[in-house]
């Protein structure tokens, strides 16, 4: 009876262990990452100066990625504190920023592309439509809109794997950052992204 | 009633405590367990000390978490048990990198074209990679040290725009045994 309390409330040590740290990690790469508004930064990705919990999150959503000299990553899940939602339009607007290149792409909560027929997932700095003041606009939406466009929809995973309350994020990816994504990267420029609707 | 109520309190409260303490184990245990996954699942399917080579990054690409639609990748899975590999590419004038990755997932050694290794381009990478402790024979190129005796090698190159020389550099490169 002894032995069966003891295996019991291991077992419920572990469920519960492994649900913190899903939680930990996975509601905005932690509480390990800096702000710039909604997004999310994570300066430690690839580093050896990394700490467990950042080592984690890497692993989880962003396995592979490179040091912040290379690469800079800014995620966003969610909007003035709702996460993004399959039912929902969002919009993302914004100019030009310090880099060798930068895209920004869709992912689903798995942490993959999102499957849609027209294979757009993301746009780059150069393949979006710009006006003439070199500012751009992207909508994201489970329906087909006019102008530059990310097809959103579900992810390919499992839904029983599905942990995060957001269904899917967006990722800003740039490449040979300047030296204000290094420095002060919580107030560097980055694009806004507003929600527009829900249905 | 009491004593049995009082009890079962110090049961939650060990576990919640237990619990808390227990996800940054973990948390250090977990970025080896997936490298460890995506090392055994990985090199079945494309070998080891061999570069495969990825020209297209679409929904089906599930390897590796968040790829990206905007590079061209190529993927070697080293193992330096039977001696030092090489690593030879073409470096072309957009975006590239070349990165090695340790077991725990530290991004420990890598070269670019970008910034002060501009000269790259145009040339040939050549580069050694030896574990710690293992001597490197003679070798004209770079020499990196591995933390660990396996681990993984990511070619990355711009797919933005007119990406042809991307792709022929990425089909001119190799990861083999030195």
Known sequence: MKLLRWLIAALLTLTLAVAFLLRSVGA???????????????????????????????????????TRENSVYYRIASVDGEPLRLNCDYRIEGGDYDANWWSITAYGWDNYLIPNPQKRYSYNNENLARDSDGSWVISVSAQ???????????????????????????????????????????????????????? | MKTSALSLLKWIAGIVVGAWLGQYLLAMA???????????????????????????????????VRPSPDLLYAICFYDLSEGPITVTAPVPARYWSLQFYQMNTDNFAGITNQREQAYRIGSTAEVMLVSDGQNAPEFAGEVFTSPTTRGVMLLRASAIGDSLESRQAMAASSCRPA
């Open chain 1, 28 to 66: 905005n790469l932690g509480a390990t990452s800096l702000q710039n508004g909604d997004w999310a930064i994570n300066m430690s990705v690839g580093s050896a100066d990394a700490n467990a919990l950042q080592r984690a999150s890497v692993a989880l959503g962003g396995l592979l990625g490179s």
């Open chain 1, 144 to 199: 087909e809109k006019s102008g530059d466009w990310i097809p959103i929809g579900p992810s390919g995973g499992p839904p029983w794997r599905k942990f995060t309350d957001n269904d899917f994020d967006l990722l800003l990816r740039l490449y040979t950052p300047g030296v204000a994504y290094l420095e002060t990267p919580a107030s560097a420029p980055v694009p806004t992204v507003t929600l527009e609707a829900c249905r």
């Open chain 2, 30 to 64: 977990l970025p080896s367990l997936v490298m460890q996954t995506l090392y055994n699942v990985g090199s079945q399917d494309s070998g080891v000390n061999t570069l495969t080579t990825r020209l297209e990054t679409d929904a089906t690409s599930r390897q590796v």
